[in-house]
Every structure is written in structure tokens, then in C-alpha cells.
């Protein structure tokens, strides 16, 4: 079952926070989701120990690199997707995470100092892809973006050209900056369990999240689990 793997040696981009969208939409559409926490932080275990964290998620902390392969392969057998959760610098651990995955995603921002640092990720992602039989599937995930397109800084559509010039797919879904992406790692739970009276624009931040989902399941060639 298909492995996505969340990577940037940029810290904070968004890796934990696209990590979680992508289980709770897929858990809502019953897939049973393993969650490989292979931060030292330990953000999605935390997450996890709050109230409301669906049954059919199973958060496994794994960072040891020696061992991540065996975890992830035993991950893939018990579950319909599996999403490893990186810490924000390369290791060894990101490389082994790589060996075994099947899409890479690799959360940025619209600075040129953002896009240097995935670059170098994506380097990271190339390189591993020699080294395995099938070549590895990647792409950037905007993610923090203003949630209206018109607004979006000149730089930031410089760096997606960038990118698309350069062969590297762009989910064409943004993650805009939302308080309810946020508000999951304080409230716990899901998007569907948050409460209006919690935070706001709740329609709008699940819309954003289905819809990044669904951007991620046609780059897998996977139908929704539904
Ligand atoms: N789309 C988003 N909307 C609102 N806040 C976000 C979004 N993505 C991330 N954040 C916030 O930005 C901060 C960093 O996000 P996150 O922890 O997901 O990044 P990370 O890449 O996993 O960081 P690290 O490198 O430390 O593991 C957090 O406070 C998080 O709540
Ligand atoms: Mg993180």
C-alpha cells in the first residue's frame, strides 16, 4: 500500500501539518492510516494522546535509521496508507524512509531562500531514486500560501515557474495559512471534529484539505479509498 513520505531540511514548512490532513482526510474515507512519527519531537504522537484521534489512525514513532525500513514494510503490510513524518534536516533516516516510499512531498514556501533549501531536498529525492528499481515519485506542496490565489506574492509565482521548469511536479492544491490546520494539534482530533465555536472558516479549511487530498491520490494513481 502506498507510502508518502513528508521531507524538507527546512524546518517548519509544514511537514507535520500536511502529514496529518492527508491521514485524517483519508482515515474519513475509511482507509486505515499508519502514521510513522519519525520526528525525535514526536509532534504526531502528541497529537495523537489528545482527544478524538480517529480509530482507524495508528501513530508508530520510529527514529531509529537503522530500523525505519523494517517499520515502514511492516507498516505498508497493515494498513491502506502509510505516511512517514520527517524531521526537518537529512539523515539517514530520510534516505531509508525514501528507499521504501512511493511518493515524496516536500512542503514549501514562497521565499527563494524556501525554494533553495527543497531544492535541496529534492536532490536528496533524486539521488535515492537511482538507487531503487522504480524511479520515486515526488512533488512541492505550497504550503502557508494566502488563501486567494490573487494575492499571492510575485516571488512565489517566480518559484512555482521555477519549479515546473525545472521537471519538479507542484500539487496544484495549495494548504493556504488556516487556523483550523493549526487548531488540530491543540484541540486534537479531525477537521470534522473541530467546533465552529473553536475556530473559524472550518468549511473552507475541509474544502482545502479534500481537495489537496484528492490532488495527492491522482499523483498516486490511487483511486479514493471510499
Ligand atoms: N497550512 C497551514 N496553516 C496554518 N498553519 C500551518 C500550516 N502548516 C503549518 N502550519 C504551522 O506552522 C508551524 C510549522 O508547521 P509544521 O510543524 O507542520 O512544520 P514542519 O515542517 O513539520 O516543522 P519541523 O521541521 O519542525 O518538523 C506550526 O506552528 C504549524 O501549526
Ligand atoms: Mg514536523
Aim: aromatic share 4%; no cysteine.
Amino acid at each position: 500500500m502506498p507510502v508518502i513520505t513528508l521531507l524538507s531540511p527546512k524546518g517548519g514548512v509544514g511537514k507535520t501539518t500536511t502529514a496529518l490532513l492527508l491521514a485524517t482526510e483519508l482515515a474519513a474515507q475509511d482507509a486505515k492510516v499508519i502514521l510513522v512519527d519519525a520526528d525525535p519531537n514526536f509532534p504526531l504522537s502528541k497529537w495523537a494522546a489528545l482527544k478524538g484521534k480517529p480509530d482507524n489512525i495508528e501513530v508508530v514513532e520510529e527514529i531509529d535509521e537503522e530500523t525505519i525500513i523494517d517499520t515502514i514494510t511492516e507498516a505498508r503490510r497493515r494498513a491502506k496508507f502509510v505516511i512517514v513524518d520527517l524531521e526537518g534536516r537529512a539523515s539517514g533516516r530520510v534516505t531509508n524512509a525514501l528507499l521504501v516510499s512511493n511518493l515524496a512531498l516536500i512542503p514549501m514556501q514562497g521565499s527563494a531562500l524556501d525554494s533553495n533549501e527543497a531544492a535541496r531536498a529534492f536532490k536528496n529525492v533524486k539521488q535515492v531514486s537511482k538507487h531503487r528499481d522504480k524511479p520515486l515519485k515526488f512533488a512541492a506542496v505550497l504550503a502557508k500560501t494566502q488563501a486567494s490565489e490573487r494575492l499571492w506574492p510575485r516571488d512565489l509565482k517566480q518559484i512555482i515557474a521555477g519549479l515546473q521548469e525545472a521537471g519538479i511536479p507542484v500539487i496544484s492544491t495549495a494548504l493556504a495559512d488556516r487556523g483550523a490546520f493549526r487548531a488540530l494539534f491543540s484541540f486534537g482530533g479531525t477537521l470534522a471534529t473541530l467546533k465552529a465555536t473553536d475556530v473559524g472558516s472550518l468549511a473552507t479549511a475541509r474544502a482545502n484539505a479534500a481537495a489537496f487530498t484528492v490532488d495527492v491520490l491522482t499523483l498516486l494513481n490511487e483511486k479514493a479509498p471510499a
